[in-house]
């Protein structure tokens, strides 16, 4: 089945600093990228998603790369600010309409002010 | 008033005790999910429905189960709760043609 592995499990930035997190996946049926995002308390939250046929997508400050030959997926951050801080899950959906997600381990950013 | 409900919020018990804990929507979705989230791990999928009378195995089914009671409710039950099912309970929701899952605000359950 599908496993992915998400880097790093912790990320602090100086606020207007840019961050990145890596996220590699091992099945190549794999069409379907998303990104969430956990605040303190809540559920995670979609903030961007990519499919197997697009390599990049961008949504104001954030922005998802996607390598389907070297199977890893990155998620941009530009001028990070304090509410950017959060952990940030990627996951990968092997079937098409994401019925079943596979997420990875979750990154904890915090941005230092 | 928020699209996805789980109750309760924060749930303590001692092992050997069944336990349920519910979620509803209003979001008139078909599909609904079971996630378990632990430190380190991520989130991980204990079972999914994708309408009223389907239910499916995640990955992580052993020591629960469900009911899909209606469209809008998915209850996740523990038979025998143990310590190692200590852990934050979300439930997600998404449309038949739609990607994107919803997630309620998680139950924070310890076995003690």
């Known amino acids: 089945g599908e496993n992915v592995e998400q880097h790093p499990s912790t990320l602090s930035v100086q606020e207007g600093d840019s961050a990145v997190i890596k996220c590699t996946y091992s099945?190549?049926?794999?069409?379907?990228f998303p990104w969430y995002k956990q605040e303190l308390g809540k559920g995670p939250q979609l903030i961007i998603d990519i499919r197997s046929n697009v390599g990049e997508k961008k949504d104001q400050r954030i922005a998802v790369t996607l390598n389907k030959t070297a199977k890893h997926f990155s998620l941009h951050i530009t001028e990070t600010q304090p509410e950017d801080s959060a952990v940030y899950f990627c996951a990968a959906s092997p079937f098409q309409g994401a019925q079943k997600l596979v997420f990875g381990q979750g990154t904890r950013l915090t941005i230092n002010p | 008033d928020a699209d996805v409900t789980q109750t309760p919020r924060n749930r303590i018990t001692k092992t050997g005790k069944r336990i349920m804990l519910e979620c509803s929507q209003t979001k008139g979705h078909d599909r609904m999910y079971w996630y378990r989230q632990d430190p380190g791990l991520g989130l991980r999928l204990i079972y999914y429905?994708?309408?009223?009378?389907?239910?499916n195995k995640g990955e992580i089914s052993d020591g629960y189960s469900v009911s899909r009671q209606a469209q809008a409710k998915f209850s996740l039950s523990l038979e025998s709760a143990i310590p190692n099912q200590t852990a934050l309970y979300f439930c997600?929701?998404?449309?038949?043609?739609?990607?994107?899952?919803?997630f309620g605000p998680g139950t924070r359950l310890l076995v003690l």
């Open positions: 429905s994708f309408d009223v009378k389907d239910i």
């Open positions: 099945d190549s049926a794999s069409n379907y």
């Open positions: 997600a929701t998404s449309g038949d043609s739609q990607e994107t899952q919803y």
